[in-house]
């Protein structure tokens, strides 16, 4: 069975520091890897989508690596600002069967304080 | 475009009551998603949809059902509510087209209490 953890689970950093948020998962059979945001009471969006085959994504400040075999992904943020205090939850895509499944992790929430 | 919305926002029910929450989407996508959130477990797939017509148990089907109604619409239905649903419920949609880059996008959220 799939299981995705992401380490820290919270997170607090000054304005302007870089950061990684981490995952982790335990199955290498993915199909690809997503970075989501979640603010408070709302829903996700999507940050970063990564493919199996590739290594990275990249938006504005923000870069998502992927390293397959060894089952790890990494968001880099950089220049935080407070407006990117919010949840970060990853989830990989299972290929089982060629229906879609989105296994979550529980997430990092992150405070970056002005 | 609304993208995803839900109805309720909110909504508290005894225990054994039903209620029936609701999703669409116009964004003409094919797949349509039903989650629940819950601290320290993270998002859970309920049921999916992965196009009009059809229906799949996801991770936590137990207590709920649903029904495609069209392909805008998917409604959760909780026949009798138990404390043990008390959740946040997200809805997310899919257009499934570029499988390999498409991704899911999500309501607001329904945050539901039973008591």
């Known amino acids: 069975k799939q299981e995705v953890t992401q380490i820290p689970a919270a997170l607090s950093v000054p304005e302007g520091e870089n950061l990684v948020l981490n995952c982790s998962f335990t199955?290498?059979?993915?199909?690809?890897l997503q970075w989501f945001r979640q603010d408070p009471g709302k829903g996700l969006t999507s940050l970063l989508l990564?493919?199996?085959?590739?290594r990275e994504q990249t938006s504005g400040r923000l870069n998502a690596s992927l390293d397959k075999s060894s089952g790890r992904s990494t968001l880099y943020i950089a220049a935080s600002q407070p407006g990117d205090s919010a949840t970060y939850l990853c989830?990989?895509?299972?290929?089982?069967?060629?229906?879609?499944?989105?296994?979550f992790g529980k997430g990092t929430k992150l405070t970056v304080n002005p | 475009n609304a993208g995803v919305t839900q109805t309720p926002k909110f909504q508290v029910l005894k225990t054994g009551q039903s209620m029936t929450l609701q999703c669409a989407q116009d964004?003409?996508?094919?797949?349509m998603y039903w989650y629940r959130q819950d601290p320290g477990m993270g998002l859970r797939l309920i049921y999916y949809?992965?196009?009009?017509?059809?229906?799949d148990k996801g991770e936590v089907p137990n207590g709920y059902n649903v029904s495609r109604l069209n392909k805008r619409e998917f409604s959760l239905r909780l026949e009798s509510a138990a404390p043990s649903q008390t959740s946040v419920y997200f809805c997310?949609?899919?257009?499934?087209?570029?499988?390999?880059?498409?991704?899911?996008?999500f309501g607001p959220g329904t945050r539901l209490t039973v008591l």
């Open positions: 964004m003409n996508h094919n797949s």
């Open positions: 990564i493919q199996s085959s590739q």
């Open positions: 989830a990989v895509r299972r290929t089982q069967g060629g229906s879609e499944k989105l296994v």
């Open positions: 997310a949609s899919r257009k499934r087209q570029v499988e390999s880059t498409d991704t899911q996008y």
């Open positions: 949809s992965a196009s009009e017509g059809t229906t």
């Open positions: 199955d290498s059979a993915i199909y690809n």
